[in-house]
């Protein structure tokens, strides 16, 4: 008897212990699927009713990136506060920084960002004959982590992050299967 159970036993803390770890192994690696992945949504202007379809991320800290196509083939970035209370200071355009590459804060053929008080924005490139050469688009599709940097309109400085897993995925379904990024 002493030893069935013994085997019972120790049958039952592996059953147990198989269940535990998978359950920790769930619970560890569900948040960083889910703050580091990034979608494709839709936005409608209201007045056009015309449709745009964007890369969409939003950090922890609720601050939200899109990559998009826009009406002309300019490949555009915009960077959005958490928070319509806070406004960037004037004149300013936020600092980007993709992996552990230059500091950054123009757009292509160093053109000021465009900021509004809750986002500012990046032109990246345009596409030509089903091309775009650029290559911050590119460190923005293979990289792993973006830091934005800037000031508000309260003279606070303020620093965020987003991870860049799927932003690929995301931003060559967006452009068109058809369209291919040079460096």
């Known amino acids: 008897m002493s030893n069935n159970l013994n085997v019972y036993s120790v049958k039952k803390i592996l059953q147990n212990s198989s269940v535990v770890i998978s ?29 745009t379809q964007v890369a969409f991320s939003e950090n922890k800290d609720g601050y939200s990136l899109e990559i998009y196509k826009d009406s002309v083939g300019a490949i555009r970035i915009r960077f959005s506060l958490n928070t319509t ?32 008080m809750a986002w500012s924005e990046f032109v990246l490139g345009y596409v030509n004959n089903f091309n775009v050469t650029s290559a ?20 606070s400085y303020m620093e965020t992050q987003f991870s860049l897993a799927g932003s690929k995925r995301a931003t060559l379904s967006v452009l068109g299967d058809n369209v291919t990024i040079t460096p």
Not at 44 to 51: G, R
Not at 136 to 155: E, P
């Open 23 to 51: 359950f920790v192994l769930i619970l560890l690696l569900s948040p960083f699927s889910v703050s580091a992945e990034w979608e494709v949504i839709t936005h409608t202007d209201t007045n056009s009713e015309t449709q």
């Open 85 to 116: 209370l806070d406004m960037f200071a004037k004149r300013t355009c936020p600092t980007y920084q993709i992996d552990t590459r230059m500091i950054d804060n123009r757009s292509i053929n160093d053109a000021p960002c465009l900021t509004d």
């Open 136 to 155: 911050k688009l590119n460190a923005l599709m293979n990289g792993s982590i973006v830091t934005f940097r800037f000031m508000l309109d309260n003279g």
